[in-house]
């Protein structure tokens, strides 16, 4: 289930804030590639990696007419607990324009959860949503909404994922992210859960991050599957990251 978002969540705020330059230096076109590594894959704030660490990765280009395109992956253990055959990695492709309007940063776009190889699912995990977010100031708002099966759910196209985080940037390279979102599986309300987290992130200079978020839900006793442990429980996650 991508990742969130906390690279989403600042691309709009860095664009927000950087509206004013842009007005006298041509925005340019940007080819970046990251990796890293989490105690804990969290989306949505259920773990996709049964609480254990995930390696991860991805590439972004971003075209200076504010289109932009990329992938990212991330091992993980759900599909498999699910009852799958196989299938222990997520891929994420996406796409959008990214633009503002009267003072508010926007990103629409499209999002493919591509879960390789997973057989043996009555219904196919893999899903595709569209969403709309703005970010005003430190406030970001993201709407997703889903249009096909969510996640492996039966008869669960219209879903969606409303969220709300803020980007308060604590100087000395440090940023804070609170956030708090709520998940809704059409025809599958046993599965719908509000989710909540607060991130503290570092720069660390040389394209190197490090993160440490505390995370819960109040999501049902089901969302633990193959009987391996509750998904949505508190937790703390730290991961690194590296940008080139």
Known sequence: MKKPNLSILLAGASLLASSGAMAQAAPESSLSYNAGVVTDYRYRGISQSRLKPAVQAGVDYADKSGFY?????????????????????????YGGYKGSAGGVAYDLGVLRYQYVGNKGLAVNANTTEIYAAGTLGMFTL???????????????????????????????GFTLTPHIGRQVIKNGAIYNYTDYSLTLAKDLGKGLSASLM?????ASADYNFGGKGYLGKDALVAGIKYTF
């Open 69 to 93: 395109v990329g992938a990212w992956g991330s091992t993980i253990k759900w599909i498999k607990d699910s009852g799958a055959t196989d299938g222990s990695f997520e891929l994420d492709l």
């Open 142 to 172: 993201k709407y997703s909404h889903a249009l096909t099966n969510t996640f492996a759910n039966a008869n669960s196209k219209g879903s969606s994922y409303i969220d709300l985080s803020a980007n308060v940037d604590l100087g000395n």
């Open 214 to 218: 505390a995370v819960g839900t109040n």
